[in-house]
């Protein structure tokens, strides 16, 4: 059965740092695009990050940008999504899942993952 499994939330001060996992099983993830998402309480889920699965592109929402990475690790069959200097508005359950890039690009997915909840709070 594919699935895809997000771990690595938690609790965590402003300006500290949490690092995401994706870790696929019954499918490979290197045929995929994968993305990033979350989901605030009475919000919109919406795109944070995503990487193509051809050239390795990056792409970032302008909020996240030059604190969020992301990276894959075929080899684990695992995304990471690096997050630092964090924000109280980063607050969300934070999803990942794999697709086209253009389904990653448009989070046209029809299922969804238990996701992993991060809260920045002091």
């Known amino acids: 059965q594919a699935q895809l499994v997000e771990s690595g939330g938690g609790l965590v001060q402003p300006g500290g740092s949490l690092t995401l996992s994706c870790a696929a099983s019954?499918?490979?993830?290197?045929?995929?695009?994968i993305g990033w998402f979350r989901q605030a309480p009475g919000k919109e889920r919406e795109g944070v990050s995503c990487i193509s699965r051809s050239d390795g592109s990056v792409y970032y929402r302008d909020s996240v940008k030059d604190r969020f990475t992301i990276a894959r690790d075929d080899a684990k069959n695992t995304v990471y999504l690096q997050m630092n200097s964090l924000k109280p508005e980063d607050t969300a359950v934070y999803y990942c899942n794999a697709g086209s890039l253009l389904q990653v690009m448009t989070s046209n997915f029809a299922s969804w993952g238990q996701g992993t909840q991060v809260t920045v709070s002091s």
């Open positions: 019954g499918f490979t993830l290197d045929y995929y695009a």
